[in-house]
């Protein structure tokens, strides 16, 4: 079992910005794939943001294209998202989430579908 703890959302204003962690914790028996998402109020499905692979390949969402930073500590066990020139559509909950790297994360790892394990997620506000 793997345990993802978020931390690091809060408030900010348009413009700001903010840094999202993710510590992952427990038994992966396998290389893992990790990436971000989020669910903004109303929204029916979660949006892919950011994904890292194991090999360090990174993928974002048009929305945060140039704004947002993924990356990974080298003990590989937290996943961070930086985000700068932050919009009031930006506000969300964001979840961190693993995934065991299965084809079907390669084919799309920004699918919310495509992922194993899920943190609680953060709230992430950002006014005008």
């Known amino acids: 079992q793997v345990q993802l703890a978020e931390s690091g959302g809060g408030s900010a204003q348009a413009g700001g910005s903010l840094r999202l962690s993710c510590v992952a914790s427990?038994?992966?028996?396998?290389?893992?794939?990790m990436g971000w998402f989020r669910q903004g109020p109303g929204d029916e499905e979660r949006e892919g943001v950011a994904s890292f692979g194991y090999d360090g390949a990174t993928h974002y969402s048009d929305s945060v294209k140039g704004r947002f930073t993924v990356s990974q500590d080298n003990a590989k066990n937290t996943l961070f998202l930086q985000m700068n020139s932050l919009r009031p559509e930006d506000t969300a909950t964001y979840y961190c989430?693993?995934?065991?790297?299965?084809?079907?994360?390669?084919?799309?790892?920004?699918?919310?579908?495509?992922?194993?394990?899920w943190g609680k997620g953060v709230l992430v506000t950002i006014s005008s």
């Open positions: 427990g038994y992966i028996d396998s290389a893992y794939c």
């Open positions: 989430a693993v995934d065991v790297c299965s084809g079907r994360w390669f084919l799309d790892p920004l699918n919310y579908r495509n992922q194993d394990y």
